[in-house]
């Protein structure tokens, strides 16, 4: 991926969020903009069994770019609110794949006993510690992200 192109998407977003750009981009909210998340990660599911079912790939890669729209339409909001920029959430996804692929990047963690953790479920649960009360919103996320899945249905008259 050239990395210019995510900064030109970047740029045609916060364009768009600005207050002189676009009126429905520039007023949307994480909120408001949960609908779209799902229904992109629903249509990368249905890109995926194009590909394995035709070998097409146009469909996925152009999900794909949706999916990617919505990570960046949500990095750039909170950028706009003082929260994170989209280079944080690269460099957090980046800095997780390396420390839960400790055999392969660098020296494993230690414990609080000073012993090497490897494996990539406690290295999870090392991240989270002090953070497991965010698991509690899980299942009303679930639950939400269904409700949403089938207002999208309906929308697009799968319902």
Excluded: Y
């Excluded at 007023?27 to 394995?52: F, W, Y």
């Amino acid at each position: 991926m050239n990395h210019d192109e995510v900064k030109r998407l970047e740029t045609i977003v916060k364009k768009l969020q600005s207050d002189d750009g676009c009126p429905w981009d520039s007023t949307q909210t994480h909120d408001s903009v949960k609908p779209g998340c799902i229904e992109e990660a629903c249509e990368v599911l249905a890109g995926i069994n194009i590909l394995r079912e035709t070998g097409n790939a146009e469909n996925l890669k152009e999900e794909l770019g949706d999916l990617l729209l919505q990570v960046i339409f949500h990095a750039c909001l909170a950028e706009k609110e003082g929260l994170f920029t989209l280079q944080d959430v690269a460099k957090a996804a980046a800095d997780k794949m390396i420390r839960r692929h400790p055999q392969i990047f660098h020296e494993p963690l230690t414990d609080e006993n000073g012993d090497p953790v490897t494996d990539w479920k406690e290295i999870k649960k090392m991240e989270k510690r002090g953070r497991e009360w965010e698991d509690d919103f899980l299942p009303a996320a679930f639950r939400e992200g269904r409700e949403l899945i089938t207002r999208a249905e309906k929308r697009k008259g799968l319902r």
